[in-house]
């Protein structure tokens, strides 16, 4: 299949393509070895976020408590 890149740099892919990935909005875009690769992401919203948060029962001083333990060094940390 043929693509055509308009004087926009816009490229429409063909809707074969899009109808076998689902619903994309969005691609991760990288060039190797001439070639051009299109990876499909399905970004997150912030509401499935907080669903898995709840999930697992964090609350904000366990995800506060997680970044600080992060930081440290990793000599320091304890488990």
Not at 49 to 59: I, T
């Amino acid at each position: 299949m043929l693509a055509k890149i308009t004087s926009k740099n816009q490229l429409t892919l063909p809707k074969s393509v899009t109808n076998s990935l689902g619903e994309v909005e969005y691609f991760d875009v990288q060039t190797r070895g001439g070639q051009i690769i299109l990876t499909p992401v399905r970004i997150q919203r912030a509401d499935a976020v907080r669903a898995k948060l709840a999930e697992l029962d964090l609350n904000e001083q366990d995800i506060a408590d997680a970044i600080a333990w992060a930081r440290q060094p990793a000599v320091k940390r304890k488990k």
